[in-house]
């Protein structure tokens, strides 16, 4: 069984920046990729990042392209996720979460990731 664990949410003023953290556990966290989502209020989870597992390679939304980057430390066994000029329309809770495969592409898909965290919020106000 794998546990994910975010950290680093909160609440920021627009423009600010936020670093989200997740801390995994449970399997050989250097074997796989690994992802970030976000789900607001009335809206599906969202893609936002993946980053496969050696950290060569990164995919980003879109629209999130920019501001958002994803980076991993294989030895600490965590994956981050760096916000910069925060918008409010980037509140969310934030999920990390693990694939079984080593590298997910440009799948945006949730159902090609098999672990999710709790989440951490992330509140931007205007």
């Known amino acids: 069984q794998v546990q994910l664990v975010e950290s680093g949410g909160g609440l920021v003023q627009a423009g600010g920046s936020l670093r989200l953290s997740c801390a995994a556990s449970?399997?050989?966290?250097?074997?796989?990729?690994m992802g970030w989502f976000r789900q607001a209020p009335g809206k599906e989870r969202e893609f936002a990042a993946t980053?496969?597992?050696?950290?060569?390679?990164?995919y980003y939304a879109d629209s999130l392209k920019g501001r958002f980057t994803i980076s991993r430390d294989n030895v600490k066994n965590t994956v981050d996720l760096q916000i910069n000029s925060l918008k409010p329309e980037d509140t969310a809770l934030y999920y990390c979460?693990?694939?079984?495969?080593?590298?997910?592409?440009?799948?945006?898909?949730?159902?090609?990731?098999?672990?999710w965290g709790q989440g951490t919020q992330v509140t931007v106000s205007s």
């Open positions: 980053i496969n597992w050696s950290g060569a390679r990164t």
């Open positions: 979460a693990a694939s079984v495969y080593s590298d997910n592409g440009s799948n945006t898909r949730p159902g090609a990731y098999a672990y």
């Open positions: 449970g399997r050989t966290f250097s074997n796989y990729a």
